[in-house]
């Protein structure tokens, strides 16, 4: 019981630091990197499956639209894939928060050439350089090839 006590404490204690808004930072980047992890391994379902990647557009008028990557997903990921939850509140409320290479939209994800130099989806803070970084100066990136890392602000994708 004792234990259990210290614990407590300590974790109370740790509410209002600096060093437990490191840790709940890192874990949100994570969530959002398996976010990115998850649709990448959909989208190489598709592949599999003989299928191009979505024609989807760059980021939707809105999460239901024709165009939008997460209503062509719809029944294939959840939802909340396409949230990253450290996103301002504002985009989350949108429930879109990371945008699509539509210039892949049509094509085999096998064959995208230079894959792993390829992103396929990224943090939306990467498209307005007044948007803070999403995840400790830096956004994380699904690349053709699958992969899905984070990435320095200084090396983020170019988005054409």
């Given at each position: 019981?004792?234990?259990?006590?210290?614990?407590?404490?300590?974790?109370?204690?740790?509410?209002?630091?600096?060093?437990?808004?490191?840790?709940?930072?890192?874990?949100?980047?994570?969530?959002?990197?398996?976010?990115?992890?998850?649709?990448?391994?959909?989208?190489?379902?598709?592949?599999?499956?003989?299928?191009?990647?979505?024609?989807?557009?760059?980021?939707?008028?809105?999460?239901?639209?024709?165009?939008?990557?997460?209503?062509?997903?719809?029944?294939?990921?959840?939802?909340?894939?396409?949230?990253?939850?450290?996103?301002?509140?504002?985009?989350?409320?949108?429930?879109?928060t990371y945008?699509?290479?539509?210039?892949?939209?049509?094509?085999?994800?096998?064959?995208?050439?230079?894959?792993?130099?390829?992103?396929?989806?990224?943090?939306?803070?990467?498209v307005d350089?007044?948007?803070?970084?999403?995840?400790?100066?830096?956004?994380?990136?699904?690349?053709?090839?699958?992969?899905?890392?984070?990435?320095?602000?200084?090396?983020?994708?170019?988005?054409?």
């Open positions: 019981m004792t234990e259990v006590l210290a614990t407590a404490t300590l974790i109370a204690g740790l509410g209002g630091s600096t060093a437990f808004v490191n840790i709940k930072d890192k874990a949100q980047q994570e969530v959002c990197l398996q976010h990115l992890k998850t649709i990448g391994q959909a989208l190489a379902m598709l592949d599999l499956q003989s299928q191009p990647l979505p024609k989807a557009c760059f980021y939707p008028k809105s999460p239901t639209a024709a165009d939008s990557l997460a209503k062509l997903m719809e029944g294939k990921i959840q939802a909340q894939a396409f949230l990253c939850p450290c996103a301002p509140l504002k985009l989350r409320e949108y429930k879109v945008v699509y290479n539509s210039s892949l939209s049509g094509k085999m994800m096998s064959q995208v050439p230079n894959a792993s130099d390829t992103w396929v989806l990224t943090d939306l803070c990467v350089p007044k948007l803070p970084p999403t995840h400790s100066d830096g956004a994380n990136v699904l690349y053709a090839d699958g992969q899905a890392r984070w990435v320095a602000a200084r090396k983020l994708p170019k988005l054409k």
